[in-house]
T-cell receptor, first 113, second 115 residues
């Protein structure tokens, strides 16, 4: 069964610094997708970035990049030049079966001015 | 990206009553997904809704408690029946879309409080 592990319940970072949020996964599937979502206090789930298991290059979307290390089964999110608006819960997820997602427990990121 | 709307955005309900949540997508999609997020927890998939067939429920969720309708390719409803305080959660619908249809997008969620 697929499993996502996020070992950092909370992180505190100074504004403008880069931050790495950890995510490891476990699956026996050869084909899968990895996702990161941001959830502000409003509760909405904001899609940030996607990485396919067969993608050779790490995914990037603006200030977000996904550090994909397949052999280590890790998919860490890197946010460059953090901003106060980045403060939120961040969830790592992966596909399970046909488009279903299984989520990690999340990391609460706080950006300090 | 897909644009998804949900109604209501939030509600406070009495135990024993039922609430129907609506999810509308701006494009036709084959599958729609319903997730629950209990307070302080992660998201858990309730069921997958396909147009023209019965929803497929995940372990721990049953149709009598969470009946789902999928009348067309852009709309779905989730009903939370005979509610108890344990049903207090955020309920979110989602669909796949994006450049390569590998990205999954969520609606804004329905924040339900059961007294």
């Amino acid at each position: 069964a697929q499993k996502i592990t996020q070992t950092q319940p909370g992180m505190f970072v100074q504004e403008k610094e880069a931050v790495t949020l950890d995510c490891t996964y476990d699956t026996s599937d050869q084909s899968y997708g990895l996702f990161w979502y941001k959830q502000p206090s409003s509760g909405e789930m904001i899609f940030l970035i996607y990485q396919g298991s067969y993608d050779e290059q790490n995914a990037t979307e603006g200030r977000y990049s996904l550090n994909f290390q397949k052999a280590r089964k890790s998919a860490n999110l890197v946010i460059s030049a953090s901003q106060l608006g980045d403060s939120a819960m961040y969830f790592c997820a992966m596909t399970r079966g046909a488009q279903k997602l299984v989520f990690g427990q999340g990391t609460r990121l706080t950006i300090n001015p | 990206s897909a644009v998804i709307s949900q109604k209501p955005s939030r509600d406070i309900c009495q135990r024993g009553t039922s609430l129907t949540i609506q999810c509308q997508v701006d494009s036709q999609v084959t599958m729609m997904f319903w997730y629950r997020q209990q307070p302080g927890q992660s998201l858990t998939l309730i069921a997958t809704a396909n147009q023209g067939s019965e929803a497929t429920y995940e372990s721990g969720f049953v149709i009598d408690k969470f009946p789902i309708s999928r009348p067309n390719l852009t709309f779905s409803t989730l009903t939370v029946s005979n509610m108890s305080p344990e049903d207090s959660s955020i309920y979110l619908c989602s669909v796949f879309g994006g450049r390569s249809y590998n990205e999954q997008f969520f609606g804004p969620g329905t924040r339900l409080t059961v007294l």
